[in-house]
């Protein structure tokens, strides 16, 4: 596993980390590095719904509009893509959704791209107190 800053690594071992995603990113990562050789880079874990907000308006998205994010609850991490080739990417995250479920849909990791035009994976689970492991 590797880590943008260590406020991403701190964050990731602390306390407000959900612990089902913690699994799931361990799990990404052990799959990245046997398939392709290459560590799972978290880019960003916990951010407040204040950091939120500043995120979604640089983007031109109202404050009012601004909804919550898993992210604020420690349900949320963000994963680099694009240190992956493009059809790797895509693997992992169909790898990771076929074998957990949000909300009982394959939405756990989502490959989109951020403001800078770079593509990455966000991560999440539901406010479920179970999570669904493909048997
Ligand atoms: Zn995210």
Known sequence: MRYKTVKQEN?????AL?????????????????????DLYITEVIRTHEENI???????VPE??????V?????????????????QASQ?????????KYKGRP???????????MNHIHVQVDNEEIITIKK
């Open 18 to 38: 959900d612990n089902r995603l913690r699994m799931i990113l361990y799990a990404m990562d052990g799959y990245s590095k046997t398939e392709f050789g290459v």
């Open 64 to 69: 009012a509009k601004v909804k919550a994010s």
């Open 11 to 15: 964050e990731f071992n602390g306390d």
């Open 71 to 87: 992210h604020q609850y420690g349900r949320g991490a963000d994963c680099r893509a694009w240190i992956l080739e493009s059809e």
């Open 54 to 60: 500043r995120v979604y308006v640089e983007r031109g």
């Open 107 to 117: 939405a756990t990791a989502l490959l989109h791209k951020v403001g800078n035009g």
């Open 92 to 100: 992992l995250v169909r790898w990771t959704n076929k074998n957990f």
